[in-house]
């Protein structure tokens, strides 16, 4: 069959598309009986490519296609609409936890639970929450080229998935990272906004090298109002920020934490966010 449908996606996949281990990887099912495929290519003498029931289910396979050929294509629009807003749903279910153990694990001397709870702290003050809708509303504005470098990384992780499992993890990072800039999702990009700036301060600590076009020092003053200075602190930075000088510093610490929270969507395992949240 060209069609089989991925139980974890909660949307339709096409044959061509998936590589042999994405069928178990995706949970990929037949749209009619439910059984589960298996990727085969055919030579005759093109390249063929469909899903297939496992040998002690063949028996089924022509009553099945069948029925599939009998769904129309805005019958399966409809599932697969569904099913993206369930994923975006899960996601939003599952992500701190997720995104803070990510961070956790690529600097291990931040700790999962002490990040979350500073970054709980963080999200109860007014002028941090003033400053997220400024890093949103400049993120929604910003050239996205200026974020090409972030989007473009390549890691081992991402080296070793099949092509479409690859395609499916930067689609899920584009995204959520959509998401996070939607005016209903503030508190999930503070969050993010917190963890990325805990880890920018932590680098700079270790880091003596400066960052581009900047001195080391301006970015850790500016870190520490925002992490760690009193509301008086950050709402006086906030009001200078129209100042040309403070404006191109806190332009280029705003690319380095989208820059950061990119990374790290771009390293989530979906997969298991998926999982957890379907069985949660």
């Not at 069928?23 to 990929?28: E, H, R």
């Not at 028996?59 to 019958?75: D, I, P």
């Not at 993206?84 to 803070?100: E, H, K, S, T």
């Not at 479409?164 to 508190?187: C, I, K, T, V, W």
Request: net charge positive.
């Amino acid at each position: 069959m060209r069609l089989g449908y991925s139980l974890l996606l909660g949307e339709h996949v096409a044959a061509e598309d998936v590589g042999y281990g994405d069928c178990a990887a995706f949970q990929i099912v037949c749209p009619s009986c439910g059984e589960a495929l298996l990727k085969r290519i055919r030579r005759n003498p093109t390249l063929n490519h469909h899903l297939a029931h496992f040998p002690t289910t063949q028996s089924h396979a022509s009553k099945c296609e069948l029925r599939v050929a009998g769904a129309s294509s805005s019958q399966m629009a409809t599932a697969d609409a569904i099913g993206r807003g369930q994923q975006l749903a899960i996601f939003q279910r599952v992500f701190r936890p997720y995104f803070a153990r990510e961070i956790a694990m690529m600097e291990p001397a931040l700790n999962a639970e002490a990040i979350t709870q500073h970054a709980s702290i963080m999200l109860r003050r007014a002028s941090y929450r003033q400053f997220c809708r400024a890093v949103r509303d400049y993120l929604r504005t910003a050239d996205p080229a200026t974020l090409d470098e972030y989007w473009n990384i390549s890691t081992d992780s991402l080296a070793a998935m099949s092509p479409f499992r690859r395609r499916r993890q930067e689609g899920f990072a584009h995204d959520f990272f959509s998401h996070l800039l939607a005016p209903n999702s503030l508190q999930s990009l503070a969050f993010a906004i917190s963890l990325a700036s805990l880890v920018f301060e932590f680098k700079l600590r270790i880091d003596t090298t400066a960052p581009t076009g900047l001195t080391r020092d301006v970015f850790v003053a500016t870190l520490k109002i925002i992490l760690h200075g009193t509301d008086k602190a950050l709402g006086g930075f906030l009001e200078r920020c129209r100042e040309p000088d403070i404006r191109t510093t806190l332009e280029s610490l705003l690319r380095g934490l989208a820059g950061s929270i990119i990374f790290t969507l771009m390293c989530l395992p979906y997969l298991d966010m998926l999982k957890d949240g379907r069985t949660s």
